[in-house]
């Protein structure tokens, strides 16, 4: 963009002009006029560059907006982005303040909406496993052998006890088994991705030689899975 060059050259003349001695009305004015249009031209360029960061903005929002109808406020990474959206419409109400003084700021606005475009993407990619998840496991819930849900952002899938175990044991059942290799075959197609298995027990107290408390027996019943 040459303009800024061209207008220090504009009023470099016009020192020149009245320097050299009395300079005519028309001249002056001429002079005014053309320091006017730059200066007219530069102010369009920053709204229109303003109106467009703007319109950006509002695109990134409507899209938030459909990303919460879908998620329908199971997920707490949706609420943040939200917040952080709304953090970078105030950053962006200075940008024509940080264009007339650093580039380093502006840099740093854009990277800000990388990263908030690159949390988007992990957003619906994450939803994405979650709903082919859900689609698979769905003749077991209908069945009422397993649930799932998201927790703190993480999906959780919950086997009933009576389905794997017996009260009181750690060994799995043969319709637990089978249930656990159903389950397997889904959670093995989904990569790049840590499992955590927990064990449960019910409210009934145990104390034998093998579990002297729930909590042996909730570990050993993880161990078995």
Same mark, same amino acid.
């Given at each position: 963009?040459? *303009? ?21 009305? #028309? &001249? ?14 530069? +102010? ?11 319109? =950006? ?6 899209? !938030? ?5 879908? $998620? ?8 943040? $982005? ?18 007339? %003084? ?29 709903? =082919?998840?859900?689609?698979? @496991? ?22 009933? +006890?009576? !389905? ?11 319709? /637990? *088994? +089978? &249930? ?18 927990? /064990?449960?027990? =019910?409210?009934?107290?145990?104390? &034998?030689?093998? @579990? ?6 909730? #570990?050993? %019943?993880?161990? #078995?899975?």
């Amino acid at each position: 963009m040459s *303009r800024p060059g061209f207008q220090g050259l504009a009023l470099a003349s016009l020192i020149a002009l009245a320097l050299g001695g009395c300079v005519k009305r #028309s &001249t002056h004015e001429a002079a005014l006029a053309e320091l006017n249009r730059i200066h007219s031209e530069q +102010q369009t360029m920053l709204e229109g560059e303003l109106a467009r960061r703007e319109a =950006d903005v509002r695109a990134r929002e409507q899209r !938030i907006a459909e990303l919460e109808e879908t $998620l329908g406020g199971r997920n707490a990474e949706v609420a943040r $982005l939200e917040q952080e959206l709304a953090g970078a419409q105030v950053e962006l109400a200075r940008v024509q303040s940080l264009l007339s %003084r650093q580039g380093e700021q502006y840099a740093e606005l854009q990277e800000r909406i990388l990263q908030l475009s690159q949390v988007e993407r992990e957003i619906r990619e994450r939803n994405r496993i979650y709903e =082919d998840v859900l689609y698979q @496991f769905r003749s077991l819930i209908d069945a009422g052998r397993l649930s799932v849900e998201i927790v703190r952002g993480r999906m959780v899938i919950q086997l009933p +006890q009576d !389905i794997l175990f017996a009260s009181g044991s750690a060994t799995l059942s043969a319709e /637990g *088994r +089978q &249930t656990l290799r159903e389950v397997g075959d889904v959670l093995a197609g989904i990569g790049d991705r840590s499992f955590q298995i927990e /064990g449960h027990t =019910d409210n009934v107290p145990i104390a &034998t030689e093998r @579990f002297p408390s729930n909590w042996e027996l909730s #570990s050993a %019943r993880a161990m #078995s899975v």
